[in-house]
């Protein structure tokens, strides 16, 4: 039978490095998919990702056992995903071109005839999406994005940006709203 | 008829709405609800067309060999090695450890009885405060201190609400950090951290009044207080303090500088 989080949690508390290692193995990729999404860049993902995973070995005495890992170590790497997005505000601007260049085949539009057009479109819809997002408050991304992606409910999204439900409630909602009024655009129907 | 509110579409979309069911009633009947939910899903359904790099299953193994070396140097919550001994899972640990402490306590016994008694009045070297383990101490836990802190300020200085704000829950927060603030305070102007301390005296006025202030500010007085903290640059020395603590908690060749 595979042991639980908590199993290996109460290992690596005592130094068992291994026992953290099998933490980093299990939840790597989503924290990875969690960055990405807050950060809008993969370098930087890829740091939070590292960061986020020291950050909470280090911290792993005031981790209360009766709490989930995942949501734990999700508040970490939001938090580090926080301070890194807060500071690259000042380098405004970067990562819109990055992500509209960014090539990627898992791109999920519906589409049965990926033409030449669509491509073209996708790209500028992705770009404008990637814009709409870069908008965002640090914390309206946050929580957004543990929303939207995470499926998180409010109640645990609060937790992971610890404030009260109320709060991120209002915070997906800014964001939902900035986003409609960037992209209705793009999105409504043809006239 | 009263219309759904874009709240209440939202939380509807997410499944989070209180009552599902008269929602889903309201939108069957209302053509205007309909419309802006409509708008609302395409929007929601064209965010999901944002790309993620896809990472394999062999991402974890690959991450975790990354992070090997970062975490045999870092100090979990114990140092290992004491701990394990702390903690012996073994007969012959058990031993080990029972003879190692009888040692120690013969070793003290005996150190005590011979030790010439002159030497007894000198102070006491401070083995356990070795100045370089009590800084590095004292920078990450002001590093995280800082983080938190930034995140607070930085949420308010942001905010742009139409109407009043709660900021309970980031008052709340605030008054968690001014009461660790002390020590970090304390340990710095201890420690010769001139700068440090006085950063921390700056940031600590401003927790204290967040936290003692109105649970609900109006869009003109964030505005005075998002001036106040332009004014006084607490963000900027945050952020100067905090990046130059993260430098300084990876060990160098260097060794410390002052801040």
Known sequence: ?191 | MNHLSEEQLILHYYGEEADPFAAEQHLEGCADCRTLYGSLQRVLNVVDSLPVPERGPEYGAQLRERLQSRLAAAPASWPRSLWNWLTPRTPLRVAAATAAFSLLLAAAFVAGRFYPQAQKLKPAPMAAADPQVRERILLVAVGDYLDRSQMVLVELANARPDGPLDISAEQARAADLVSESRLYRQTAAHTGDAAVATVLEDLDRVLLEIAHGPSSLSPGELDKLRQRLEAEGILFKIRVLGSNVRNEEEPGPAGRQKL
Request: with cysteine; hydrophobic share 40%.
């Open chain 1, 1 to 191: 039978m595979e042991l639980t989080d908590a199993a290996f949690v109460a290992k690596a508390r005592v130094g068992d490095t291994h026992a953290f290692g099998v933490l980093v193995e299990r939840h790597g990729r989503s924290l990875f998919r969690l960055a990405f999404r807050m950060t809008g860049n993969e370098q930087d993902a890829e740091d939070v990702v590292q960061e986020s995973f020291m950050r909470a070995f280090r911290q792993l005495s005031k981790f209360d056992e009766r709490a989930s890992f995942g949501t734990w170590l999700y508040r970490i790497a939001a938090n580090c995903s926080l301070d890194l997005v807060r500071s690259r505000k000042r380098r405004a601007g970067q990562m819109v071109q990055e992500d509209s260049e960014m090539e990627d085949p898992t791109l999920s539009l519906p589409s049965t005839d990926p033409g030449p057009e669509r491509m073209a479109l996708s790209a500028e819809v992705r770009g404008r999406v990637a814009e709409a997002m870069n908008e965002l408050s640090p914390t309206e991304r946050t929580a957004f994005v543990l929303r939207h992606f995470e499926g998180m409910c409010i109640e645990e999204v609060s937790r992971v940006l610890e404030c009260q439900p109320g709060a991120a409630k209002h915070s997906v909602f800014r964001a939902v709203q900035k986003l409609r009024r960037a992209l209705e655009p793009v999105v409504s129907p043809a006239k």
